[in-house]
Every structure is written in structure tokens, then in C-alpha cells.
């Protein structure tokens, strides 16, 4: 039996699946590319704004961080907080926290698709093996002695459908954890900034501090 007879004899529950395993693989695509514009090293850009505050304040480290184009979760929280700067820590904590659920939305969007998917999928499997073994025993009620291609239609229907629905799980688990891998990684940043802006804008001007995303402050003068 051929490929193309393999699935023919699937029925139409296949197509089902394969219909979503290839909405699996666009979206999973889909989102390591958003994920990959979103992945830069913040690292230069938060320590230019971070120079820019404590020399010339938080309205001049927000006009550097605009001429610098970043898109990033972490510069879009800088970027939330120094606009609030002016308002005192409280307003600017505030803002930042907002850009973060927002940020949030947007890393980890889809991954509950993914997850819906992975779970689905076995089902609509199961779902295909049941009606592939009913059709199976279908044939005993039609012919007293079946012949092997009978049950083999049956049968088929049930491994393939079955086999779909564990591949189509798999490539969904594996997708969505990457994803989420990723997405932490890229939210760490944005939670130290969220953590760190309110510190930046308390000290005294000419006060530097040496940054390096990951590491320990270094106070010098």
C-alpha cells in the first residue's frame, strides 16, 4: 500500500489533523520569528539611558532611548518608566508595571494555541482509531467470513489516525516549550529593569553606576 493510499484510507478524520498540524507549524514559526526581533541584547542600549539619567536626567535618557529605535520588552519598560519619571518612583513603577503585562501578552502569545493543540490532537486520534476498530467489527456484521483487506481498511484507519494525533502532540509540546523557553529569557530582562529604574532615578546626578545586564552594580564617581 502506497502513501497516498495510506491516507486515503484514513478517512476524513486525517485531514482534520493534518489541517492542524500544519496550523501548528505556521504558528510555531510564526512565533520564533516575533521572538527572534524581540531576543536583542538590551544590554548597550539600557546602560546608554542609564548614563544619559544620571548626567542629564530621565527626559534626556528617554529622547536617547527613542533616537535609538529599540523594540525590545526590556526598552519598552525603560521606555514606560522614564515617561513617568517626572511624576515621582510611585507613577513610574506604575507605568512599568503596566507595560509589562503588556509586554507579557506579547511574548507569550500563542502558546496557549499550542497547548490547546497538543492537547486535542491525541484526541482527535483516539477519536480515528475508534471509528477505524468500529468499522473494522462493522465488517463481520455485513460478511460472514471477511476478508484480510476488509479488516486491513478498518485497522489502517485506526494506526494512521492514531499515529497523526501522537506526531501532531509531539511537534506541539516541543514548539511550545522552546517558546516559552525564550520567552522567560527575554523577560528576565524587563523584570531587572523593572526592578532597577527606581534606583537609577534616586541617585544623586554625576553618580554613575557600571551596568552589565546579569551582574552586580558598581558604583563609581
Known sequence: ???LRLLTSAGPLLWVLLALSLYVVYLAALRFQVLGRLSGNPDATIQRARATAAEEGAAAALAELDRAGVSTPAAAVLRAGLSRADRGSEAAVGAMNAAVLSEDARLYAGLGALGTAAQVGPLLGLLGTVIGMVRSFLVFSTTTSPTTAQLATGISEA???TGAGLILAIVAYVARGALRARADRIAVGMEWVREELPGWLSR???RQVDFEFG????ARR
Open 1 to 3: 500500500m502506497n502513501l
Open 159 to 161: 494506526l494512521v489516525n
Open 204 to 206: 544623586p546626578a554625576g
Open 215 to 218: 551582574s552586580e552594580p558598581v
